[in-house]
């Protein structure tokens, strides 16, 4: 079945959570999905990848969370066509807090997102590097989750840790919850342990991980100072963003999805 919300997750930070989310998100927006994009991190970095400021605390993720906002007062235009985001802010750590009186607080932004959902084809939510309230509503609140892993000896521990979170959450919570695939990021043809990690994610979880891999590229590093996506800048070769572009058609592709550049 063809997702709607998809989480971008894993408990381990600068595994390239946000660079997917932003990327994926914008990428699709550019052939001509409607796509909402959630900062669910307090550390805002989706909203600064646009260029976009996390000040407004009664326009975000928290103040949608926390109920000091209607959800749709708190989407913002990212200024790129068919592309909407839900900003963070640092105070949305405090909603951890906040919100654990409430009942069924697992369940909050499912709730929320059900009148907006109709708006968009896809709604994509950046986690933060950790497991809290917040995060625990992000998965409760997807059809399935993308798990970006660095090609690196420590990436595996993080996978291990999010695949137990997951499957506590499917045995408790939500049977339903699907892994949409493990992204291999940050790959380095040249370096051997880097080549053996893509082997053994291919050979021990078979097609849950996508065959698209990211390559180590600097233009990622390059795109977090202009404020714009690698996906949708000018000089859009590098091989960043031709990756994220296949990963884009594999996702379509797996849906039968094939839409047109508008
Ligand atoms: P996370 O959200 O998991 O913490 P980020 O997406 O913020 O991770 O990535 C962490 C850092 O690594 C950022 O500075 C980002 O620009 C950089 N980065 C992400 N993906 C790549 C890549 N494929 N090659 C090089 N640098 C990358
Ligand atoms: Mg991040």
Same mark, same amino acid.
């Given at each position: 079945m063809l997702p709607k919300v998809i989480a971008i997750c894993n408990?381990? !930070? !600068?595994?390239?959570k946000t660079t997917t989310a932003v990327n994926i998100s914008a990428g699709l927006a550019a052939r001509g999905y409607k796509v909402l994009l959630i900062d669910t991190d307090h550390q805002a970095s989706c909203t600064v990848a646009f260029g976009?400021?996390?000040?407004?605390d009664n326009k975000s993720i928290y103040a949608a969370l926390v109920g000091l906002s209607p959800i749709q007062d708190c989407i913002i235009r990212t200024g790129y066509p068919n592309l909407d985001l839900i900003p963070s802010t640092p105070h949305l750590v405090g909603a951890e807090i906040e919100l654990v009186n409430v009942t069924e607080r697992e369940y909050i932004l499912t709730e929320k997102l059900e009148p907006i959902k109709p708006l968009y084809d896809f709604i994509f939510i950046d986690c933060p590097p950790s497991l809290g309230i917040v995060p625990v509503n992000s998965l409760m609140a997807s059809d399935s989750v993308i798990i970006p892993l660095q090609c690196e000896y420590f990436g595996i521990e993080g996978l291990e840790l999010i695949l137990g979170t997951m499957k506590i959450i499917q045995k408790r919570l939500k049977p339903e919850l699907r892994v949409e695939g493990i992204l291999l990021t940050m790959h380095d043809e040249d370096n051997e342990l880097s080549n053996q990690i893509l082997k053994l994610m291919r050979s021990t979880f078979g097609d849950q991980v996508f065959d698209t891999y990211i390559p180590r590229d600097m233009a990622f590093i390059d795109s977090t100072a202009k404020q714009v996506p690698v996906i949708l800048a000018k000089k859009k070769n590098t091989v960043g963003a031709k990756a994220y572009d296949r990963l884009i058609l594999e996702f379509l592709e797996k849906y039968n999805l094939i839409k047109r550049k508008r």
């Open positions: 408990q381990k !930070g !600068g595994v390239g976009l400021k996390s000040e407004y």
